[in-house]
């Protein structure tokens, strides 16, 4: 969960593996694939089995993503127990850039667990501790009803 440690992950989905650098664990390829299910950035500072993770992303395997329901579902798992919802900004694509949506929630569990300087928005202007978000990928231009990944991190990264 977004706020937990290093050691609870590593009980759940296994060891890092070969992807993984200081500070950025890997976890729990798929089989037959090179993909890797979680990517966890750690809080700034200390690379340890205590550290706490300040970023989950969560990756469907390679040509098979998920639905809406189903990337939810995953995702919604890493969230803090005491998430409230704030609200959701869609995000167009481009040529270059395969769109998304923010889901925004506010956790004061996470309010306690970060300094207020880890909770910024896309500008870096200091926002609301306690607020994060998940951003949902889209898998294609124009497939808005399947998802490769999503995001869930500490503040808001939209302005919106």
């Given at each position: ?97 395969l769109?998304?949506?923010?889901m ?57």
């Amino acid at each position: 969960m977004l706020g937990g440690t290093l050691g609870a992950f590593v009980a759940k989905f296994g060891q890092p593996n070969d992807h993984s650098s200081d500070g950025q664990p890997h976890l729990q390829r798929y089989p037959d694939s090179n993909i890797d299910y979680l990517i966890l950035q750690q809080a700034p500072g200390q690379n340890s089995y205590s550290q706490t993770i300040a970023s989950v992303t969560v990756q469907a395997d390679e040509g098979k993503p998920w639905d809406i329901t189903t990337a939810e579902a995953n995702c919604r798992s890493f969230m803090p127990s005491d998430a409230v919802f704030q609200k959701r900004i869609d995000i167009a694509g481009s040529a270059s850039q395969l769109g998304s949506f923010d889901m925004g929630y506010f956790s004061a569990t996470l309010a306690k667990e970060f300094t207020a300087d880890q909770f910024t928005d896309a500008n870096q202007n200091p926002v609301k501790p306690g607020l994060f978000d998940i951003n949902y990928l889209y898998n294609a231009t124009n497939d808005f009803s399947h998802i490769n990944s999503c995001s869930i991190q500490l503040s808001m990264q939209q302005t919106q």
